[in-house]
């Protein structure tokens, strides 16, 4: 039963896998969290294969050793993935799909000389060395959680957030057993008990990023009754507060709710530009997400979705530097304050360091803070 329960996991996982590259190859102008995404799916079909049974339970060929790299290969992307997904300002440069194809060479060459050479007796250096190659996946798997966890209380994005713990962290887990289990084996391989396994925990991950990235609207396959469709503008972005409308058309049984959310919404943004433009808490470097919902009295999940919803901002410190950044760029401008060190006008308008305040400024102006100064002032 074993093996045949092995195949049909490992039959559904690939149709899975294929299904999810298919969605994202037919996407012409991919954005790079897509890019990736495509990249560890077709390498996780050929991982599929590589440690089928079948194949692991032969004697040692050359034909195996690209499918071993490319295995070993995954550990990388999906630190990539973990990175690209968590980390908004994150994509991945030149030198981070070096790495990818410099793991799948490490990979190949060592299953397909150092292993042959250790089974030959090698001398213990040797043995060391191609030890060591079998477990750098889990170096990318380690960095894969420090993605996922890094700023996490700051991610306004709730989608993202099941993400963050349920695949990103549950693949790097899965990563770091999967590397220590065939530790426990004498010669590295997977027993047909672990290989299935192994299979069924992959399928799980998969499953759950196929539910988020293949389920259809509501809309898509039913047709909303009219009752319940929103007024046309509804969601649009009022253009001078950035907000949008708190009115929307809802059925009649929901139209007490809704006023009642509508209100609460209404409260809600009145509270935080008070705290956040009169008080200007935002000068507060140690700020969270927690901290002003508790300031304001609000529950947080209300407050992270009302910054995200209502907004635009997918996290906290991008939302607190919008107004960190206006701030700054107002005293550098100013003649009269020329002579103010850089980092005291960042200190002041609540970043903690100079090093975050010279990043976030770059990359909102394209400029550092000293040739902004140095610019406003001779333009005034």
């Given at each position: 039963?074993?093996?045949?329960?092995?195949a049909?996991?490992?039959?559904?996982?690939?149709?899975?896998?294929?299904?999810?590259?298919?969605?994202?190859?037919?996407?012409?102008?991919?954005?790079?969290?897509?890019?990736?995404g495509?990249?560890?799916?077709?390498?996780?079909?050929?991982?599929?294969?590589?440690?089928?049974?079948?194949?692991?339970?032969?004697?040692?060929?050359?034909?195996?050793?690209?499918?071993?790299?490319?295995?070993?290969?995954?550990?990388?992307?999906?630190?990539?993935f973990a990175?690209?997904?968590?980390?908004?300002?994150?994509?991945?440069a030149?030198?981070?799909?070096?790495?990818?194809?410099?793991?799948?060479?490490?990979?190949?060459?060592?299953?397909?000389?150092?292993v042959?050479?250790?089974?030959?007796?090698?001398?213990?250096?040797?043995?060391?060395?191609?030890?060591?190659?079998?477990?750098?996946?889990l170096?990318?798997?380690?960095?894969?959680?420090?993605?996922?966890?890094?700023?996490?209380?700051?991610?306004?994005v709730?989608?993202?957030?099941?993400?963050?713990?349920?695949?990103?962290?549950?693949?790097?887990?899965?990563?770091?057993?999967?590397?220590?289990?065939?530790?426990?084996?004498?010669?590295?391989?997977?027993?047909?008990?672990?290989?299935?396994?192994?299979?069924?925990?992959?399928?799980?991950i998969?499953?759950?990023?196929?539910?988020?990235?293949?389920?259809?609207?509501?809309?898509?396959?039913?047709?909303?009754?009219?009752?319940?469709?929103?007024?046309?503008?509804?969601?649009?972005?009022?253009?001078?507060?950035?907000a949008?409308p708190?009115?929307?058309?809802?059925?009649?049984?929901?139209s007490?709710?809704?006023?009642?959310?509508?209100?609460?919404d209404?409260?809600?943004?009145?509270?935080?530009?008070r705290?956040?433009?009169?008080?200007?808490?935002y000068?507060?470097?140690?700020?969270?997400?927690?901290?002003?919902?508790?300031?304001?009295?609000?529950?947080?999940?209300?407050?992270?979705r009302?910054?995200?919803?209502?907004?635009?901002?997918?996290?906290?410190?991008?939302?607190?530097?919008?107004?960190?950044?206006?701030?700054?760029?107002?005293a550098?401008?100013d003649?009269a304050?020329?002579?103010l060190?850089?980092?005291?006008?960042?200190?002041?308008?609540?970043?903690?360091?100079?090093?975050?305040f010279?990043?976030?400024?770059k990359a909102?102006?394209?400029?550092?803070?000293?040739?902004?100064?140095?610019?406003?002032?001779?333009?005034?």
């Amino acid at each position: 039963m074993l093996p045949l329960l092995d195949a049909a996991l490992r039959g559904a996982l690939l149709a899975l896998l294929l299904l999810l590259a298919a969605n994202l190859a037919r996407l012409r102008a991919r954005v790079a969290l897509e890019r990736v995404g495509l990249a560890l799916t077709l390498g996780l079909c050929v991982q599929l294969v590589a440690h089928a049974p079948a194949v692991e339970s032969r004697a040692l060929d050359w034909w195996m050793a690209p499918l071993v790299g490319v295995a070993m290969g995954n550990a990388v992307l999906f630190w990539l993935f973990a990175r690209t997904l968590c980390d908004d300002d994150f994509a991945p440069a030149p030198r981070h799909w070096a790495a990818w194809v410099a793991m799948c060479a490490v990979g190949a060459l060592n299953l397909a000389l150092l292993v042959p050479w250790c089974v030959a007796g090698a001398p213990g250096w040797a043995q060391l060395a191609s030890q060591v190659v079998f477990s750098l996946p889990l170096v990318f798997g380690l960095l894969a959680i420090r993605a996922a966890a890094a700023h996490w209380r700051d991610d306004l994005v709730e989608t993202r957030l099941w993400l963050r713990l349920g695949i990103v962290l549950g693949g790097s887990v899965y990563t770091v057993v999967m590397v220590l289990a065939r530790r426990t084996t004498s010669d590295g391989r997977l027993t047909a008990p672990m290989a299935a396994a192994d299979t069924a925990a992959l399928l799980l991950i998969v499953t759950a990023a196929a539910w988020l990235l293949l389920r259809p609207t509501r809309g898509e396959l039913l047709a909303v009754p009219a009752a319940a469709e929103a007024p046309a503008g509804a969601d649009a972005v009022d253009a001078v507060t950035g907000a949008e409308p708190i009115a929307q058309q809802v059925p009649h049984d929901d139209s007490a709710a809704a006023a009642a959310d509508g209100a609460f919404d209404a409260r809600l943004a009145d509270a935080l530009q008070r705290c956040i433009g009169a008080e200007r808490a935002y000068k507060d470097p140690t700020l969270s997400v927690a901290g002003l919902a508790a300031r304001l009295s609000v529950p947080e999940y209300r407050l992270r979705r009302h910054i995200n919803k209502r907004l635009g901002h997918r996290n906290f410190n991008a939302f607190l530097n919008h107004y960190r950044l206006a701030e700054a760029r107002t005293a550098l401008a100013d003649p009269a304050q020329r002579r103010l060190p850089v980092l005291t006008i960042a200190l002041e308008a609540g970043f903690g360091s100079i090093g975050p305040f010279n990043r976030a400024f770059k990359a909102v102006t394209g400029m550092t803070p000293t040739d902004f100064r140095q610019q406003s002032i001779a333009d005034s």
